[in-house]
């Protein structure tokens, strides 16, 4: 029996919750669903911030801290819970797994794709990693199928796909349909993945799903057909995740440092400030709300990593050349987002002429009230800071299905 049944909890099934694990703080939103065509109501917000250098282990225990903290503030388990999974829990990558349909057939039913699908994950498992698989693209003869096939949060399924898919099967095709799964791969240590399966299963397997932030990104800003091809820059704490969409599939996911992080350590080197006092500084300065003393070179060590970060940027994009010209469209999210450094170098028209056949970059600051057209829940959600954990909450909205 799972913990919250035997310790007598009610599930409320129209509450739901997010949860962004990031490298130093956990975010927490929970929230009702509203009548169609309304933003939800959002019920509590918590952050946490994480001791500097936790490890991935400590990282994956603080989902059970917060499903205890979730029953005892609000007295009710949520029906459902979207955990973000970043890179530094586990592993990215995007890789193409084939498979053969049934032999002569015209068409292919979604419990099939999933059920092959399901066999790639299998064949890709090893002992001391766990991978947990998120299509994201399925092509049948080298043909791209319709959007709703792929896309399903569940690792390793396909679940909730009603519509088979139908194809031309030429004559004599002996193995059947070439099928093609384009697919974001999460590698964890088994450690880390026990950790976060143990949460899942002692409160109710079916209320927990975990997601990648790209899938919810896909979703949210390629899948329902609000732009079909840009680059997405999320610029986290440790981490830099560049997220690149053609056609509203996703075609590159990378990561890269320094990130948002590097900026405050560079302050706590120069002036010998603690971390978490220059984190909160560096946050007071460019958010223009006051004036920190010792800050007076905040511009200069600032200008010195934005440095540091653009040769990374664009070694990054370097790797994806072989991919054609980039979208001059890019959207600027995350927390490192609101430092002046990092936004110039973005929209500098001197780096994407190299990438693209634009001569500048369109650029756009993703803010999580930007999800809801500006409305921020009743003040609950911040800046581009919060990006991530709106893409949960719209994502979530939009998934019905999510949890089955």
Not at 90 to 117: M, Q, R, T, Y
Request: aromatic share 8%; net charge neutral; proline share 5%.
């Amino acid at each position: 029996m799972a913990l919250w049944g035997m310790i007598g909890g009610k599930k409320k099934e129209r509450t739901e919750a997010v949860i962004d694990i990031g490298s130093h703080s956990i975010k927490v939103l929970v929230f009702e669903r509203g009548p169609a065509g309304t933003p939800p109501r959002i019920l509590k917000k918590m952050v946490d911030r994480m001791p500097l250098g936790a490890d991935q282990l400590r990282l994956a225990a603080q989902v059970h801290k917060f499903m205890f903290v979730l029953t005892r503030e609000l007295g009710l388990m949520p029906g459902r819970i979207a955990i973000a999974v970043g890179p530094h829990l586990a592993d990215h990558s995007l890789v193409s797994w084939s498979a053969h349909g049934p032999k002569n057939a015209a068409e292919i039913s979604g419990a099939a794709l999933a059920h092959l699908f399901q066999g790639a994950v299998r064949e890709h498992q090893e002992a001391d990693q766990v991978v947990w698989a998120y299509p994201v693209a399925v092509s049948v003869n080298g043909y791209a199928a319709p959007r709703g096939v792929a896309g399903s949060p569940a690792p390793a399924g396909l679940a909730g796909e009603k519509v088979p898919i139908r194809f031309l099967s030429p004559s004599g095709q002996a193995d059947g349909a070439l099928l093609l799964f384009r697919t974001l791969v999460l590698s964890l240590s088994r450690r880390v993945a026990d950790a976060l399966e143990e949460a899942r299963f002692a409160w109710g397997a079916t209320s927990i799903t975990f997601v990648p932030l790209p899938v919810a990104y896909l979703e949210v800003a390629g899948g329902a057909g609000e732009m079909q091809d840009f680059l997405l820059i999320d610029v986290g704490g440790e981490e830099t995740m560049l997220m690149r969409v053609r056609a509203g599939t996703l075609e590159s996911v990378r990561f890269f440092s320094p990130s948002a992080h590097e900026f405050a350590r560079r302050i706590t080197k120069e002036t010998g400030m603690p971390f978490r006092e220059a984190e909160d500084g560096l946050r007071t300065f460019v958010r223009g709300t006051g004036r920190i003393a010792g800050f007076e070179r905040m511009r200069e060590m600032s200008a010195i990593v934005a440095v540091v970060w653009k040769e990374a940027f664009l070694a990054c994009l370097d790797e994806d050349y072989h991919l054609g010209p980039l979208s001059p469209v890019v959207i600027l999210t995350g927390g490192g987002a609101e430092i002046p450094e990092i936004e110039a170098a973005v929209r500098d028209s001197a780096w994407i002429k190299k990438f693209s056949y634009a001569s500048a970059p369109a650029v756009r600051t993703l803010a999580a009230h930007s999800f809801f057209d500006g409305n921020s829940l009743g003040g609950f959600l911040g800046g581009a800071e919060d990006a991530g954990l709106a893409a949960l909450v719209k994502y979530t909205l939009r998934q019905d299905d999510l949890f089955l």
